[in-house]
């Protein structure tokens, strides 16, 4: 089944603790990226990926770090998680803007205390 | 700049017709989604529509555009409880690189029974 995976579902960490949430998509796509979505802000990107080793920023970039190293995967990491980092975060792989639109992971909710 | 708006909630009866809106700013936009994001779920694609169409019937769901005043709407007819959910507006943009896809904040809509 052509999907987005990510992990964990949910998370709650306390402030400072470095953290990654991954993600992974079996369906070769080489665009992916992260988006954090909060109550009557929709969806903010926050990175993403053209293919593997190429890397952006998207429109809220700080706090966060993205790797891609291989094409499936694309995991993002918290190296000092804040309590405005408390979000609902979704990862979502396509191959650009073209009728199939993206493919999202089921999100992960993330609490830091 | 780029920016699409959505109005926030939307309560219909279950049988009626929902209409769901959304205006977006940018000319150079090449297709136009809707997404629907159930609860405790990721977003779906739900239909697109591209920018040289004027409507899209896709059996209970009509898209309409209108390009010269940029405003996309999404029509369910007979509207039943399983409709409830979050409906996002997007617009792919392109760009020298890659299509950037914009997302409205969601229009949360309620049936009620």
């Known amino acids: 089944e052509a999907q987005v995976t990510q992990n964990p579902r949910y998370l709650i960490t306390v402030t400072g603790k470095k953290l990654t949430v991954t993600c992974s998509q079996n369906?070769?796509?080489?665009?992916m990226s992260w988006y954090r979505q909060d109550p009557g802000l929709g969806l903010r990107q926050i990175y993403y990926s053209m293919n593997v080793e190429v890397t952006d920023k998207g429109d809220v970039p700080e706090g966060y770090k993205v790797s891609r190293k291989e094409k499936r995967n694309f995991p993002l990491i918290l190296e000092s998680p804040s309590p405005n980092q408390t979000s609902l975060y979704f990862c979502?792989?396509?191959?650009?803007?073209?009728?199939?639109?993206?493919?999202f992971g089921s999100g992960t909710r993330l609490t830091v205390v | 700049g780029e920016d699409v708006e959505q109005s926030l909630f939307l309560s219909v009866r279950e049988g009626d017709s929902s209409v769901i809106n959304c205006t977006y700013t940018?000319?150079?936009?090449?297709?136009l989604y809707w997404y629907k994001q159930e609860p405790g779920a990721g977003l779906q694609l739900l239909t697109y529509i591209f920018s040289n169409m004027d409507m899209k019937q896709d059996q209970r769901l009509t898209v309409l555009l209108n390009k010269k005043d940029k405003h996309l709407s999404l029509r369910i007819a007979d509207t039943q409880t399983g409709d409830s959910a979050i409906y996002f507006c997007?617009?792919?943009?392109?760009?020298?690189?890659?299509?950037?896809?914009?997302f409205g904040p969601g229009t949360s809509l309620s049936v009620i029974p």
């Open positions: 369906m070769n796509h080489e665009y």
């Open positions: 997007a617009e792919s943009i392109g760009g020298t690189s890659y299509d950037k896809v914009i």
């Open positions: 979502a792989s396509g191959t650009g803007g073209d009728r199939y639109g993206y493919t």
């Open positions: 940018d000319s150079s936009s090449t297709y």
